[in-house]
């Protein structure tokens, strides 16, 4: 494909998710039915998809358009990105149809109009006031920070090597990757990262994937030999896999949707692990030396990640993950064991899913205390995440 014939795959593409529909679903429809596109077609067509989600503002801002489009959005990246779009925008070779004079006009009036700064740094007005009270004097760098692409992290597997060996491993399969100085066996992929999946160091549990701040927290836990640890919202189990790598006595995953632990067990094999996994009957009167409760939230922390839910959501969805987060704590507190350790997570850089929770559950629930709590931002190099770690009785870290 030529890439103006790639503009106009992202802008039908990027039509479908303004109609309603999740980037994800939106690009893996497009493919299906483009089945001639390569897999290097496809992996241009996504970052530019991704790229126009993740700047959905200043792009239409910048394309001068009344309206919101895919097509606005792309003539809008094109111009932000210092190409012109009368030069793309010209009908051959399976690319968009020419500029119209509106479109010429309004690009024309936008190059020069000042630009609000919640435009410009791409962030929806309701949740700003949200955000700076969470981040202060770093709002408008971390939300600049939000309309990059993300790094791709690493976590090294102790169990299968070190972290030079892992290096090693993966250069041998054209993959560069440099260690990450702040956590002890994360490495920083710097070259080919869509060539890790067939790596032979990630086939055979040499490395994971997982970000950099989840990686910090799980290596700040309290673990030692002999703990018995559940993940109580595993998901996929990344954390999981983490903390049974420290050796620990046992690690139980669980998740209120059973579906989306299905390829952890392959996972546990491959990195050399044991994790057992149990319904909420299984739990029942189960009691853990730590608990980790990853809650759903709004992902504010990863919209480099699914720029797509940085306008999905709404103050109605994020009171009720407020809810919900809520609830997860009183369910997850109550498995851990006297003495024992209560670890809250979320990928949100929001006050209002992260200490306000820590402080209503202090102060509905006595006999708690909080030991710590952490927000990393983009600004340290991974993802936004929150993790706080609580004890039950007299325990310290």
């Known amino acids: 494909m030529t890439p103006e014939a790639r503009i106009a795959a992202a802008i039908d593409i990027l039509d479908r998710v303004i109609g309603g529909m999740a980037a994800e679903p939106a690009l893996t429809g ?29 792009c239409l801002a910048r394309s001068g358009a009344a309206a919101e489009t895919g097509r606005a959005l792309m003539i809008g990246h094109v111009a932000a990105s210092g190409g012109d779009p009368a ?4 009908g051959a070779g399976y690319g968009p149809p020419p500029l119209d004079a509106d479109e010429r006009a309004g690009l024309a009036a936008a190059a020069g109009a000042a630009v609000p ?29 939000l309309r990059e692409r993300a790094p791709v992290f690493l976590r090294v597997n102790p169990r299968r090597g070190t ?20 956590v002890s066996f994360a490495l920083e992929v710097t070259e080919n990262a869509q060539k890790i999946r067939h790596s032979r160091a990630y086939l055979e549990g040499l490395v994971e994937l997982q970000d950099l701040s989840p990686q910090a927290a799980v290596a700040a836990l309290p673990l030692r030999p002999g703990m018995r640890v559940l993940d109580y919202c595993a998901g996929g189990g990344g954390k999981a896999l983490a903390v049974a790598a420290r050796g620990v006595a046992e690690v139980v995953a669980h998740d209120a949707d059973p ?7 392959a996972r546990a094999a491959r990195a050399g692990v044991r994790i057992a996994t149990a319904t909420p009957a299984a739990l029942a009167g189960r009691r853990f ?54 670890a809250y997570m979320t990928c949100s850089l929001l006050g209002e899913e992260n200490r306000d929770r820590i402080d209503g559950f202090l102060g509905r629930t006595p006999g708690w205390r909080l030991l710590g709590d952490r927000l990393f931002t983009p600004l340290s190099g991974g993802d936004g995440f929150y993790s706080a770690l609580l004890t039950r009785g007299s325990g310290a870290a």
Request: proline share 6%; glycine share 6%.
């Open 87 to 90: 030069a793309v925008f010209t």
């Open 259 to 265: 579906g989306r632990m299905v390829d952890l067990p």
């Open 117 to 145: 700064e919640l435009v410009a740094l791409d962030c929806p007005d309701w949740i700003a006031p949200a955000l700076r009270r969470a981040l202060g004097a770093d709002f408008a760098a971390v939300l600049a920070r």
């Open 30 to 58: 497009w493919a299906r039915s483009h089945r001639f596109a390569g897999a290097r077609d496809r992996a241009a067509i996504r970052d530019l998809v991704f790229d126009a989600l993740r700047r959905r503002r200043s």
């Open 163 to 182: 972290v030079p060996e892992a290096a090693t491993a993966l250069a041998a399969d054209g993959i560069g990757a440099a260690p990450a100085e702040s």
């Open 289 to 342: 030396d730590l608990v980790l409760a990853d809650v759903p939230c709004s992902g504010t922390g990863t919209w480099r990640r699914m720029p797509d839910a940085k306008w999905r959501l709404t103050p109605a969805r994020l009171e009720e993950l407020r809810r919900l987060q809520a609830a997860i704590l009183d369910r997850a507190s109550g498995h851990v064991a006297p003495e024992g350790y209560l």
